[in-house]
């Protein structure tokens, strides 16, 4: 690297192809490493036209890291796999997001002095390797993202709720990982860690990495004591604002209970915003799915070598491109011409168990549908007629999480039937439904809301309740509302000021939550756990701070393409926490790396006729199903 600092690398060449052989030249036409597919099959016919990949990460060169970048190796590409600063023998001090520009950008540059470089490259990856793609991405002449986003200060900051789950597990399993203690990593993998458990319910949110950890951890420092997104900390790790100046050919992949969803589905419209035609598939996966792992390395090698074809179409020389037209020949040809999918977006759709291909992401077709919470727990798309629906919230018993994205491998719907007993989960039931409806996009709850303190959180979900009384989830988001800038928050909710992540500008925007929402970690019910009742409830509420105005709060939900069949029912539910999946409101409004002191809070939603709280779905109609 330009400052010394040394990286190291492993690299996969072609059987077949020396690791000398000059760039584009056509030496190479078999399997990668390890060698498993005789010279001259489909799998490795394209060598030497092909890109070079380059993959960046931090979390080692072997195990399930390293098998997408063999399986892109006996392709037919030569493959670079780059382990990050301070990680796994290369030098430096792993500090997550700062170092992965300037890295990348020099990895790139060395790439293209090597001899076994083959004239382009691509980058590949899930997750943090994703995001070191998005740090690079002007020097990539195609990229290959998975399960990620360009930000990571917006999914650790999810709308002012700190992501306690991911942020804090994840800092558990890197510090272990870089101390080199990989018995308790892969104990804390198998079963539920206790230390992380410490961690969870420690107050303040300063102290947890030493109660996971045994030691405070740098990084983790700076993210809790980094609340706003607007902080120089965090503007310079982001990479959003240069999304739309992409212009290499993207392909993307996610699932719909991954941790990076909607983000990952944002970068795409900024994309496709800016007169791109990215490739998107999503799926029914979660962050850490075997089955996306493999789907990916397959649609992205079609994609890479659909778009090798095009480049020797237009670009390259005579000889190559007389190659070229050898490679369209055969079984290949639908692969490599991309005819085996003609329409950008694939996506699954959730309670119908069926793939759709899309000319776009939400699909044509889609109209708004309002749907209005009614006093009493009713969901309509009648107007309601007035009444307040309450509900205490005490942040010394938080309300558990109840499934959700999270980096655990199985991720799916869950059963809410039971959490939606709990007195500090408000529940809207619609009507039983005469005939299908499938929402396909981004629904957005508009919250009348008041709270007896000054901050406090408003989580939505939306579950399925089908006929035999399970309320499945579908998705779900969460926002933190300040007293002081409730009113001017909940205004500018659409993109103006502090609320918006999903660009990189400013603070946060509503559109986060997450799919489902987590387990609980031995968090009881949500009612007088401290000893104190009502009388004491109302102290601790005046001692934090007054009681605010009624305001408007506007939530997107995680993006969703769901059926809800003839006979189920639309509901949902409007609660202050998913605790652990987020760190819990104290309520006093008290920076949160440092607040200590629980205070309950009435929270208050509101029916009014004129002003209601309800939803906006995106319905897609049964003509336009593809």
Request: glycine share 10%; net charge negative.
């Given at each position: 690297?330009?400052?010394?600092?040394?990286?190291?690398?492993?690299?996969?060449?072609?059987?077949?192809?020396?690791?000398?052989?000059?760039?584009?030249?056509?030496?190479?036409?078999?399997?990668?490493?390890?060698?498993?597919?005789?010279?001259?099959?489909?799998?490795?016919?394209?060598?030497?036209?092909?890109?070079?990949?380059?993959?960046?990460?931090?979390?080692?060169?072997?195990?399930?890291?390293?098998?997408?970048?063999?399986?892109?190796?006996?392709?037919?590409?030569?493959?670079?796999?780059?382990?990050?600063?301070?990680?796994?023998?290369?030098?430096?001090?792993?500090?997550?997001?700062?170092?992965?520009?300037?890295?990348?950008?020099?990895?790139?540059?060395?790439?293209?002095?090597?001899?076994?470089?083959?004239?382009?490259?691509?980058?590949?990856?899930?997750?943090?390797?994703?995001?070191?793609?998005?740090?690079?991405?002007?020097?990539?002449?195609?990229?290959?993202?998975?399960?990620?986003?360009?930000?990571?200060?917006?999914?650790?900051?999810?709308?002012?709720?700190?992501?306690?789950?991911?942020?804090?597990?994840?800092?558990?399993?890197?510090?272990?990982?870089?101390?080199?203690?990989?018995?308790?990593?892969?104990?804390?993998?198998?079963?539920?860690?206790?230390?992380?458990?410490?961690?969870?319910?420690?107050?303040?949110?300063?102290?947890?990495d030493t109660a996971a950890t045994g030691r405070e951890v740098h990084w983790y420092q700076d993210w809790v004591r980094h609340e706003s997104l607007a902080d120089e900390y965090w503007t310079q790790q982001s990479h959003t604002a240069a999304v739309p100046g992409v212009t290499a050919p993207v392909y993307m992949i996610t699932g719909w209970y991954d941790i990076f969803l909607p983000w990952?589905?944002?970068?795409?419209?900024?994309?496709?915003?800016?007169?791109?035609?990215?490739?998107?598939?999503?799926?029914?996966?979660?962050?850490?799915?075997?089955?996306?792992?493999?789907?990916a390395v397959g649609e992205a090698t079609a994609f890479l070598k659909t778009e090798a074809t095009a480049f020797l179409k237009t670009e390259a020389t005579a000889l190559l491109k007389t190659e070229a037209t050898a490679l369209l020949e055969g079984e290949d040809a639908a692969l490599l011409t991309g005819e085996a999918r003609e329409l950008p977006v694939r996506a699954y759709r959730t309670?119908?168990?069926?793939?759709?291909?899309?000319?776009?992401?939400?699909?044509?077709?889609?109209?708004?549908?309002?749907?209005?919470?009614?006093?009493?727990?009713?969901?309509?798309?009648?107007?309601?007629?007035?009444?307040?629906?309450?509900?205490?919230?005490?942040?010394?018993?938080?309300?558990?999480?109840?499934?959700?994205?999270?980096?655990?491998?199985?991720?799916?719907?869950?059963?809410?039937?039971?959490?939606?007993?709990?007195?500090?989960?408000?529940?809207?039931?619609?009507?039983?439904?005469?005939?299908?409806?499938?929402?396909?996009?981004?629904?957005?709850?508009?919250?009348?809301?008041?709270?007896?303190?000054?901050?406090?959180?408003?989580?939505?979900?939306?579950?399925?309740?089908?006929?035999?009384?399970?309320?499945?989830?579908?998705?779900?988001?969460?926002?933190?509302?300040?007293?002081?800038?409730?009113?001017?928050?909940?205004?500018?909710?659409?993109?103006?000021?502090?609320?918006?992540?999903?660009?990189?500008?400013?603070?946060?925007?509503?559109?986060?939550?997450?799919?489902?929402?987590?387990?609980?970690?031995?968090?009881?019910?949500?009612?007088?756990?401290?000893?104190?009742?009502?009388?004491?409830?109302?102290?601790?509420?005046?001692?934090?701070?007054?009681?605010?105005?009624?305001?408007?709060?506007?939530?997107?939900?995680?993006?969703?393409?769901?059926?809800?069949?003839?006979?189920?029912?639309?509901?949902?539910?409007?609660?202050?926490?998913?605790?652990?999946?987020?760190?819990?409101?104290?309520?006093?409004?008290?920076?949160?790396?440092?607040?200590?002191?629980?205070?309950?809070?009435?929270?208050?939603?509101?029916?009014?006729?004129?002003?209601?709280?309800?939803?906006?779905?995106?319905?897609?109609?049964?003509?336009?199903?593809?």
């Amino acid at each position: 690297m330009e400052d010394g600092v040394e990286l190291l690398a492993d690299l996969v060449v072609p059987v077949g192809k020396p690791a000398g052989t000059p760039a584009g030249t056509a030496a190479g036409t078999a399997a990668g490493i390890p060698a498993t597919t005789p010279a001259g099959t489909a799998a490795g016919t394209a060598a030497g036209v092909l890109p070079t990949i380059v993959i960046r990460g931090p979390y080692g060169r072997r195990g399930r890291v390293a098998k997408q970048a063999y399986a892109l190796g006996r392709e037919g590409f030569t493959v670079l796999f780059q382990s990050c600063r301070g990680t796994w023998g290369s030098g430096g001090v792993f500090t997550p997001q700062v170092d992965e520009q300037r890295d990348g950008a020099a990895t790139h540059r060395w790439v293209r002095e090597q001899p076994w470089y083959t004239g382009r490259t691509a980058t590949f990856g899930a997750s943090y390797m994703g995001f070191t793609q998005w740090a690079a991405a002007a020097h990539a002449d195609a990229l290959c993202l998975q399960v990620t986003m360009p930000d990571f200060g917006a999914v650790t900051w999810d709308n002012g709720a700190f992501a306690l789950r991911n942020a804090l597990g994840w800092t558990q399993m890197m510090d272990r990982m870089i101390r080199q203690d990989f018995l308790p990593m892969l104990l804390g993998m198998l079963r539920p860690d206790p230390a992380l458990k410490r961690g969870f319910a420690t107050l303040p949110l300063s102290a947890g990495d030493t109660a996971a950890t045994g030691r405070e951890v740098h990084w983790y420092q700076d993210w809790v004591r980094h609340e706003s997104l607007a902080d120089e900390y965090w503007t310079q790790q982001s990479h959003t604002a240069a999304v739309p100046g992409v212009t290499a050919p993207v392909y993307m992949i996610t699932g719909w209970y991954d941790i990076f969803l909607p983000w990952q589905i944002r970068t795409h419209a900024l994309l496709t915003g800016a007169g791109r035609q990215p490739r998107l598939t999503i799926g029914p996966w979660g962050h850490s799915d075997a089955e996306l792992d493999a789907t990916a390395v397959g649609e992205a090698t079609a994609f890479l070598k659909t778009e090798a074809t095009a480049f020797l179409k237009t670009e390259a020389t005579a000889l190559l491109k007389t190659e070229a037209t050898a490679l369209l020949e055969g079984e290949d040809a639908a692969l490599l011409t991309g005819e085996a999918r003609e329409l950008p977006v694939r996506a699954y759709r959730t309670g119908a168990g069926q793939w759709h291909d899309l000319p776009s992401w939400p699909p044509p077709g889609v109209t708004g549908q309002t749907w209005h919470l009614h006093d009493g727990g009713r969901l309509h798309t009648d107007l309601p007629q007035g009444g307040i629906t309450s509900y205490v919230y005490d942040p010394a018993d938080p309300t558990p999480a109840s499934g959700g994205p999270s980096l655990e491998p199985k991720q799916g719907p869950v059963d809410d039937a039971a959490h939606e007993s709990r007195p500090d989960v408000a529940v809207f039931r619609g009507d039983v439904l005469t005939e299908d409806v499938t929402l396909a996009g981004t629904p957005v709850a508009r919250i009348r809301f008041r709270s007896s303190q000054p901050s406090a959180d408003v989580f939505v979900r939306i579950t399925d309740v089908h006929p035999d009384g399970r309320s499945m989830s579908v998705c779900d988001a969460i926002r933190r509302v300040e007293a002081a800038a409730r009113e001017d928050k909940a205004k500018t909710a659409t993109g103006v000021g502090e609320a918006e992540t999903a660009t990189g500008v400013g603070e946060a925007k509503t559109a986060t939550g997450v799919g489902e929402a987590e387990t609980a970690t031995g968090v009881g019910e949500a009612k007088t756990a401290t000893g104190v009742g009502e009388a004491g409830a109302a102290t601790r509420e005046e001692e934090a701070g007054a009681a605010t105005e009624e305001s408007e709060v506007e939530i997107e939900l995680w993006p969703v393409f769901h059926r809800f069949a003839a006979g189920h029912r639309i509901s949902v539910q409007v609660s202050s926490g998913a605790h652990p999946r987020y760190a819990r409101n104290p309520g006093s409004g008290e920076p949160a790396a440092t607040a200590t002191e629980p205070h309950r809070a009435t929270q208050e939603i509101s029916h009014d006729p004129v002003r209601p709280s309800h939803l906006d779905l995106p319905v897609w109609p049964d003509q336009n199903r593809l």
